[in-house]
């Protein structure tokens, strides 16, 4: 049986489809964050994963699928690099774009 993460990550593979197929074409810094914001809210819209560190790895796990799964290549970076960069670079987008989506409302949290 998949785990949470596991079945978030089956249905965001198949819905970010299509902006997925715009990045391959052709690579860009804020449909690589739109994808981020949409792994995250699939995340968080998802029962089962109860930490913001546990939602947060699972957001960074949809991420890197997409990258895996769909070969994306990010410009002036060596391929031996790419995933560590990605890593490092959504280790960090994620943490703000979940305080922008908080203080705009989009999370409401106890409620």
Not at 1 to 13: G, I, K, N, R, S
Not at 83 to 106: F, H, S, T, Y
Request: with cysteine; proline share 5%.
């Amino acid at each position: 049986m998949a785990t949470p993460c596991e079945q978030v990550q089956d249905v965001f593979l198949k819905e970010i489809a299509p902006t997925i197929e715009q990045l391959v074409k052709e690579f860009s810094w804020p449909t690589l964050f739109s994808i981020v914001e949409d792994a995250i809210k699939a995340v968080e819209a998802m029962e089962g994963l109860d930490s913001g560190p546990e939602k947060k790895a699972c957001a960074v796990d949809c991420i890197l699928a997409v990258y895996d799964r769909y070969k994306i290549d990010i410009p002036f970076l060596p391929a031996m690099f790419e995933r560590a960069a990605l890593k490092a670079v959504l280790d960090i987008a994620i943490d703000a774009i979940v305080e922008l989506l908080n203080k705009n409302g989009i999370f409401v949290h106890g409620a």
